[in-house]
Structure formats: structure tokens, C-alpha cells
């Protein structure tokens, strides 16, 4: 059983925007922080951002600036804002449901999205 369900993934452009979502239940929604990492062939997956349930999020270094996270908890969703894209962006990018632990940061929780392919390139 698929418990989130991304969309938004694509082909764009150097420069181009994309708008990932990650839409999942109420109760994983109101119970757990969420994360998108992301992982290119041949790399270690990647934490890109996160985002509390109380609203409390941060981005990667490697994208900040450019990417913003977000929550609506009327749609239970959390989605992934992507500006000024480069090709370095190119990966899988999985949603995830975890926590946010003092002094650890985002701990990723085994509930996961089945990933959507975000290609850069012209």
C-alpha cells in the first residue's frame, strides 16, 4: 500500500522551475515531519529538505536559496518549490515521513514515496 503519493516531476530547462508534491493521510500528515531527499545514479541519497508539523523546516545547502518546502494541512500535503534549476538537480526525488530530533536533525522514517524523476537539461 502506497502511503504518499508524489507528482510533479519532469523534464526542464537550466533556469526552468518545478513544483513537487507529496500528498499522504491525515495521520501520517499530522504525526511526522516531512522530508525530500533526492538521489542521482551512483550517489548517496540526499536529504534536500524537511518541514515540522509545527512548521519548522530547512533546506540542504547544495539548494538553498532556491528551493522552498511547504505544508497544507487541509490537502495533507507537503510540496517542494524548485527555482532556478540546474543540472546538478537531476535525480529521483523521494518524500518521506520522519522526525525532527533535538540536536540530530531530520531523521528519516521508513515510509517513503515511490519517487519522481526531476531531469535539467536543455
Known amino acids: 500500500q502506497v502511503q504518499l503519493v508524489e507528482s510533479g516531476g519532469g523534464l526542464v530547462q537550466p533556469g526552468g522551475s518545478l513544483r513537487l508534491s507529496c500528498t499522504t493521510s491525515g495521520t501520517i500528515f499530522s504525526n511526522h515531519a516531512m522530508g525530500w531527499y533526492r538521489q542521482a545514479p551512483g550517489m548517496q541519497r540526499e536529504l534536500v529538505a524537511f518541514?515540522?508539523?509545527?512548521?519548522?523546516?530547512d533546506t540542504s545547502d547544495s539548494v538553498k536559496g532556491r528551493f522552498t518546502i511547504s505544508r497544507d494541512s487541509a490537502k495533507n500535503t507537503v510540496s517542494l518549490q524548485m527555482n532556478s534549476l540546474k543540472p546538478g538537480d537531476t535525480a529521483v526525488y523521494y518524500c518521506?515521513?520522519?522526525?525532527?530530533?533535538?540536536?540530530?536533525?531530520?531523521?528519516?522514517?521508513?515510509?517513503w514515496g515511490q519517487g519522481t524523476q526531476v531531469t535539467v537539461s536543455s
Open positions: 518541514i515540522t508539523n509545527h512548521d519548522i523546516g
Open positions: 518521506n515521513a520522519g522526525q525532527l530530533v533535538s540536536g540530530l536533525g531530520y531523521i528519516e522514517g521508513d515510509i
